[in-house]
């Protein structure tokens, strides 16, 4: 969130899609970013929010919708740096040019590296195996 404050108070980032639809008991993902955004000083106009996706696939896909219906084409990324090349990935096959812009949070142990590095070679097939399956869909014609 920090790192998104700053890209939109830099100028880089004229607009900022708090994204995920994660839910904590009543607290959803895109809300609490939003809502943490605001307080860092960007404007709640400026903000749209993402209450759907469940995975970085999804983030991708209607961030990438949220994007193109405001006319963008392009989009900064910021995620943590061992997360950023597959987030990177989804939003090109989505459609949408994106730039990094890491996001660096406390260093990692042995274990939470090796956790991360395993939940990104899985994720990445995941993501993959989505793809494939959505490409057949379009080409047997069962979605646009």
Request: some cysteine; hydrophobic content about 55%.
């Amino acid at each position: 969130m920090a790192a998104a404050a700053a890209a939109y108070r830099d100028g880089i980032a004229p607009r900022v899609v708090a994204s995920g639809g994660r839910r904590w008991g009543q607290q959803i993902e895109a809300r609490v970013l939003g809502s943490r955004l605001v307080d860092a000083g960007v404007p709640e106009d400026a903000i749209a929010l993402e209450m759907c996706s469940l995975s970085t696939r999804e983030n991708a896909l209607f961030a990438a919708a949220i994007l193109r219906r405001i006319g963008a084409r392009s989009a900064a990324v910021v995620t943590c740096p061992w997360h950023m090349a597959r987030a990177l990935a989804n939003f090109e096959q989505a459609g949408i040019a994106a730039v990094a812009i890491p996001a660096h949070g406390p260093a990692a142990g042995l274990v939470t590296a090796i956790r991360r590095r395993i939940h990104e070679v899985l994720g990445g097939w995941l993501d993959t195996r989505a793809a494939r399956g959505r490409a057949l869909a379009e080409a047997a014609g069962w979605i646009a």
